[in-house]
C-alpha cells in the first residue's frame, strides 16, 4: 500500500531559526514528490516538485533534498518568519495514472509548523 | 496563472439537508479538476476527479456526487447530508500529471 509519513506531526521554533521537516515514502512506481504549504483555512500552494533525478530543489528560504534510493525527502527552512506558520504536506505521484493527473497522488498527513516571535 | 474560486467559504447545514458547493477555475482551459476533502489530523482524500464536460470518476463511495456542466465549473452536492459529511472541502485543477495541483481556499462545512 502506498503511504506517506511526515514528522514531526507538529514542530515549535523561534523565529529566525532554522528547521527541517522529514517525509518517508512507499509509493513505487515513483515520479515526483511535491511538498505544499497550507496556511489555517486555505488551500494547499505548491513550494517545489522533485522528479527522480532531483536531489535538491529550492524556492526562497525553502529547500527541498530527495533521496530517491531511500525513499526520503526533507524540507528545510531556513531564518524562519511568522508568515512561515502553516502546515507543511508532502506528496508523491506514482509513474502511471489510472486517469486525470492527481488522481494517483498520495498525500501525507502534514506538519503543522509554529513560529514563535 | 490559474484561479480557483469556490464557495461559499463556511457552510453550517442540517443533517438531511441538501448540499450544492461550486468551485470555478480562469487562467486555463481544459484542466483536470478534482475535489478533496479533509479531515482534522488526516490528509486529503479524494473525492471526486474529472478530465472533461460530463466525465466524472470516483475514489471512494459516499453520500455525495460530482458534475462538471462546463469546462471550468465543477460541482459537489449532495441529496441529504449526513453528520459525516462534515469537514474542509477543496476544489483543485492541473494540466497533466507533472505540472502542481493548484487549489481553491475551501469550504468549512458544518452539519449539525
Known amino acids: 500500500k502506498n503511504q506517506v509519513e511526515q514528522s514531526p506531526q507538529s514542530l515549535i521554533i523561534l523565529e529566525g531559526k532554522n528547521c527541517t521537516l522529514q517525509?518517508?515514502?512507499?509509493?513505487?512506481?515513483?515520479?515526483?514528490l511535491r511538498w505544499y504549504k497550507q496556511d489555517t483555512g486555505r488551500g494547499p500552494v505548491s513550494l517545489t516538485i522533485?522528479?527522480?533525478?532531483?536531489n535538491t530543489k529550492s524556492n526562497g528560504r525553502y529547500t527541498a533534498t530527495l533521496d530517491a534510493d531511500t525513499k526520503q525527502s526533507s524540507l528545510h527552512i531556513t531564518a524562519s518568519q511568522l508568515s512561515d506558520s502553516a502546515s507543511y504536506i508532502c506528496?508523491?505521484?506514482?509513474?502511471?495514472?489510472?486517469?486525470?493527473?492527481?488522481?494517483?497522488?498520495?498525500f501525507g498527513k502534514g506538519t503543522h509548523l509554529i513560529i514563535q516571535p | 496563472s490559474q484561479t480557483i474560486h469556490q464557495w461559499p467559504a463556511t457552510l453550517v447545514q442540517p443533517v438531511g439537508s441538501p448540499l450544492s458547493l461550486e468551485c470555478t477555475v480562469e487562467?486555463?482551459?481544459?484542466?483536470?479538476l478534482y475535489w478533496y476533502r479533509q479531515a482534522a489530523g488526516r490528509g486529503l482524500q479524494l473525492l471526486f476527479y474529472s478530465v472533461g464536460i460530463g466525465q466524472i470518476s470516483s475514489e471512494v463511495p459516499q453520500n455525495l456526487s460530482a458534475s462538471r456542466p462546463q469546462d471550468r465549473q465543477f460541482i459537489l452536492s449532495s441529496k441529504k447530508l449526513l453528520l459525516s459529511d462534515s469537514g474542509f472541502y477543496l476544489c483543485?485543477?492541473?494540466?497533466?500529471?507533472?505540472?502542481?495541483?493548484?487549489f481553491g481556499n475551501g469550504t468549512r462545512l458544518t452539519v449539525t
Open positions: 506528496v508523491v505521484s506514482p509513474g502511471m495514472y489510472s486517469g486525470g493527473g492527481a488522481d494517483g497522488l498520495t
Open positions: 522533485m522528479t527522480f533525478s532531483e
Open positions: 487562467g486555463t482551459s481544459n484542466p483536470n
Open positions: 517525509c518517508n515514502y512507499t509509493v513505487s512506481p515513483f515520479s515526483n
Open positions: 483543485a485543477c492541473d494540466r497533466d500529471s507533472g505540472s502542481p495541483l493548484h
